[in-house]
């Protein structure tokens, strides 16, 4: 794959209870969302336990990505909400479609 075809990913995470999120960026989501699911990292989604990938979407450019990353993570939770819940109603775990 040439560097220019990679694709890039803006997603949202949950925690079981849908009350706390995290908005990440990565060019390899299977990997990434993994890594939040088993615990593979100190921080903010392992302290919180976030491991429910709640709402993706791809980016052409790593540089498109970092700045709707930025974009969203600016967003009051309020919007975030609802951008998830117009992709995802149900707020189901949306590992099982990455495999």
Known sequence: ????????????MANHNDTVLYVGSTS????????????????????????KLVYYEVCGTRETAVAREKQLKGWLKRKKIELVTAFN???????GELQ
């Not at 794959?1 to 949202?12: A, F, G, N, S």
């Not at 990434?32 to 336990?49: E, I, P, Q």
């Not at 109603?89 to 590992?95: A, T």
């Open 28 to 51: 390899d989501l299977m990997t990434r969302v993994f890594g939040h699911k088993n615990k593979l990292a100190d921080g903010f989604t392992k302290k919180y336990n976030i491991d």
């Open 1 to 12: 794959m040439k560097m220019d075809e990679r694709q890039y990913y803006i997603y949202i």
């Open 89 to 95: 109603p149900l707020w189901r775990d949306l590992w």
